[in-house]
T-cell receptor
């Protein structure tokens, strides 16, 4: 079945460091891909999305490119801040399940220290 | 922006009792809500899709008699864990589709902060 695999955390970085969180997926057809972020004590929030191959989603300095050839959607940010500390979830919306049926990865905790 | 509130945020109960978790959309109407379960260091697992005024659709392997879902209004869905056992201890998360949010698209869901259940 459809699935999402993302790198295990925690990821610990110094402020202004470069961030990459890897995400790969398995799905039939052409799923939509998402990154969600969960700050402490809050619900998951959509960070960015891409709906077709080669699309790049971007928001708040984060970006991810939908790579069909490698079935990947890696999250990157050039310079992280302490306020970026959160748990990041990669997710896909399978073609057959309807747009709202999301399949999530396990989440990657990011800790940024000054 | 759209807000989804879950209550309680954490609950501890004795084995054999039932626990109800509420999911409310505070400033929008949600025709569809989703319930997820998350074990430590694992993915959010979709348990069921809850549609206002009709029976929930459960994912394969989820016991509908164990996890009762009611979506009686456009702003409230409840998950009741019946006769809870320690293996039901988990983090339960709901999300809601803002039916009126045409700009964001049907893919965008608003999530609650989650409810942690511990069964002793």
């Amino acid at each position: 079945g459809d699935s999402v695999t993302q790198m295990e955390g925690p990821v610990t970085l110094s402020e202004e460091a470069f961030l990459t969180i890897n995400c790969t997926y398995t799905a039939t057809g052409y799923p939509s891909l998402f990154w969600y972020v969960q700050y402490p004590g809050e619900g998951l929030q959509l960070l960015l999305k891409a709906t077709k191959a080669d699309d790049k989603g971007s928001n708040k300095g984060f970006e991810a490119t939908y790579r069909k050839e490698t079935t990947s959607f890696h999250l990157e940010k050039g310079s992280v801040q302490v306020s970026d500390s959160a748990v990041y979830f990669c997710a896909l919306s399978p073609l057959s399940g309807g747009y709202n049926k999301l399949i999530f990865g396990a989440g990657t905790r990011l800790a940024v220290h000054p | 922006g759209a807000v989804v509130s879950q209550h309680p945020s954490w609950v501890i109960c004795k084995s054999g009792t039932s626990v109800k978790i509420e999911c409310r959309s505070l400033d929008f109407q949600a025709t569809t809500m989703f319930w997820y379960r998350q074990f430590p260091k694992q993915s959010l697992m979709l348990m069921a899709t809850s549609n206002e005024g009709s029976k929930a659709t459960y994912e394969q392997g989820v016991e509908k008699d164990k996890f009762l879902i009611n979506h009686a209004s456009l702003t409230l869905s409840t998950l009741t864990v019946t006769s809870a056992h320690p293996e039901d201890s988990s983090f339960y998360i709901c999300s809601a589709n803002n039916a009126g949010d045409y700009l964001s698209g049907a893919n965008v869901l608003t999530f609650g902060a989650g409810s942690r259940l511990t069964v002793l």
